[in-house]
């Protein structure tokens, strides 16, 4: 049996994008020779500032849509990171064993900190805990993205490290590059990618948007004035991305989406774009806010702490009597 870690942070409301690209493969991982934990990883999402009324709301709504997508609570292990201690205190444990010049040479943490006055040492530091919340569950694959992959790394050197240093306790898990679907752009700048924090409302489709906002921004996404349906990313971007949404929604090829429309104009094919937004996201946003107003969600998130706490802390004790936290 497998064990397969994830995590995403709740610093927003996933987006259509964010959808096509990955979270459409989470239930995907889930087979009957391995067992998946998916964590809803809170603690990271505060490495920069935080509404608090806002952060327990998506912590809750992210756990909510993990559900909604299909992930089986009765297969899987989902759960809030902060539910479970351990993490925090691996963390200390793997941060003692890092370097500075590890976590410094982090690319995302460069990036974040480039040219900024003052930046949170979180942004230094947070790569241990990830490396705990991956080591803590004796994880065997981790599917990340290629931004993700450098503390993929980090965390099997340290995993090794504290092998060779202390005793053998962690498995020293696979990076797995996650299946990445269809690149997803910008309604309003389809140059860039679709992003949940672009200041344009109408630039983004929204996991949890009514049908009726979906069809408006469906129907607003910038093309041109050429009114010919035809894929090329880069003479006609608007019209590429929206052909490659409705390819994914409908798995038509791009070949049927160009002859389909082949005597329309751009009315009637963002009309067919909308609606299968819709059909594709509205069921899972309508069992997203079911489960929010239910206790429903509140039972799958206790159980999952509860099993989550239970592998947690048996590693932490071993981690604990390696190093010599025993009296």
Not at 11 to 31: K, W
Not at 44 to 68: C, F
Not at 92 to 117: N, P
Request: include cysteine; glycine fraction near 6%.
């Amino acid at each position: 049996m497998k064990t397969i870690f994830s995590g995403v942070q709740p610093s927003g409301i996933p987006t259509l994008g964010n959808y096509i690209g990955a979270l459409q493969y989470f239930p995907e991982m889930q087979t009957d020779d391995s067992h998946c934990f998916y964590c809803v990883v809170n603690q990271h999402a505060i490495t920069v500032p935080q509404d608090k009324a806002e952060l327990k709301r998506n912590t809750r709504s992210l756990a909510a849509l993990y559900i909604a997508l299909g992930i089986d609570p009765n297969k899987s292990t989902v759960f809030v990171q902060s539910e479970v201690p351990a993490h925090a205190q691996l963390a200390w444990v793997l941060q003692c064993i890092s370097t500075i010049g590890e976590l410094e040479r982090m690319t995302q943490y460069k990036d974040k900190s480039a040219g900024a006055e003052s930046v949170s040492s979180a942004l230094l530091t947070y790569p241990p805990l990830m490396a705990a919340d991956i080591l803590l569950y004796g994880t065997d694959i981790v599917p990340v993205g290629d931004d993700q992959k450098q503390h993929l790394e980090l965390t099997r050197t340290l995993a090794e490290r504290f092998n060779k240093r202390f005793n053998e306790i962690f498995t020293i898990p696979e990076v797995q590059i996650a299946k990445e679907g269809a690149r997803i752009m910008s309604l309003q700048h389809p140059e860039k990618k679709m992003s949940k924090s672009d200041v344009n409302p109408k630039a983004y489709v929204s996991m949890l948007d009514t049908d009726a906002q979906i069809r408006k921004k469906i129907k607003s996404a910038v093309t041109d004035s050429e009114g010919v349906v035809v894929f090329n990313k880069e003479e006609k971007p608007g019209v590429s991305n929206l052909m490659t949404i409705l390819r994914t929604c409908t798995k038509q090829s791009i070949a049927e989406i160009e002859a389909a429309y082949a005597n329309k104009g751009y009315g009637d094919f963002k009309n067919d774009v909308a609606e299968a937004v819709v059909a594709t996201i509205g069921p899972i946003r309508d069992r997203h806010d079911e489960l929010v107003a239910s206790t429903e969600l509140d039972r799958i998130l206790d159980e999952g702490a509860e099993r989550a706490n239970k592998v947690a802390r048996k590693m932490l004790r071993k981690v604990e009597k390696a190093i010599g936290f025993t009296r």
